[in-house]
């Protein structure tokens, strides 16, 4: 199947703005979100983003979707060591199942 | 507590043994999914339950059989283990599909 594509690693310095990038597949994805995955536990909802939306804004977290480009971003300002996860973008499907496919996840390490 | 839960959480086995992993949870939803994580993979659809009486098969089905015995537990067999399902097993329910989906923790399966 086509895929949901994250590059893997990412490295800041603490108290930077963090940008993870995404580019999805499916143009009519009508939800689209982040999931973040600390070590040893399972995944949770960061936020997610409505397809006819361009930005989505929550506290530290901005969410922009170029839907022309099929190409989603999380920004996170202030990057904390606690925001240190593998984040995961996920795009929902209505023609596979009505279920959701995830990217490979980005680990951001956040660096004293 | 922990809304869905996984036993057991660490598993290791040998190449043809049956293996079963569980999972339980006190959401009331209907929708459950099982997913296993590779590094650099993401997490990858096994199967899927929509409600008691429907089981559907995910992406990578083969080798992997579920059971919906009730509302609230989801069950994923291995019959016949083998070294390439060594990987991260998560379970997820969520209420509808586009709402969030909820993790549980992770089963970390080994097959030697």
């Known amino acids: 199947g086509e895929d949901v594509e994250q590059s893997l690693f990412l490295s800041v310095r603490e108290g930077d703005s963090s940008v993870i990038n995404c580019t999805y597949t499916d143009s009519s994805s009508t939800y689209l979100y982040w999931y973040k995955q600390e070590p040893g536990a399972g995944l949770q909802l960061l936020t997610y983003?409505?397809?006819?939306?361009d930005m989505k804004q929550d506290q530290r977290l901005t969410v922009l979707l170029n839907k022309k480009d099929k190409h989603l971003s999380l920004r996170i300002a202030d990057t904390q060591t606690g925001d240190s996860a593998i984040y995961f973008c996920?795009?929902?499907?209505?023609?596979?199942?009505?279920?959701?496919?995830f990217g490979p996840g980005t680990r951001l390490s956040v660096l004293p | 507590d922990a809304d869905v839960t996984q036993t057991p959480r660490n598993r290791i086995t040998k190449t043809g043994k049956r293996i079963m992993l569980e999972c339980s949870q006190t959401?009331?939803?209907?929708?459950m999914y099982w997913y296993r994580q590779d590094p650099g993979l993401g997490l990858r659809l096994i199967y899927y339950?929509?409600?008691?009486?429907?089981?559907n098969k995910g992406e990578i089905s083969d080798g992997y059989s579920v059971s919906r015995q009730a509302q609230a537990k989801f069950s994923l067999s291995l019959e016949s283990a083998i070294p390439n399902q060594t990987a991260l097993y998560f379970c997820a329910t969520s209420r509808t599909t586009l709402n969030e989906q909820f993790f549980g923790p992770g089963t970390r399966l080994t097959v030697l």
């Open positions: 339950s929509f409600d008691v009486k429907d089981i």
């Open positions: 996920a795009e929902f499907r209505d023609n596979y199942g009505q279920n959701f496919v």
């Open positions: 983003i409505f397809s006819n939306m």
């Open positions: 959401k009331g939803h209907d929708r």
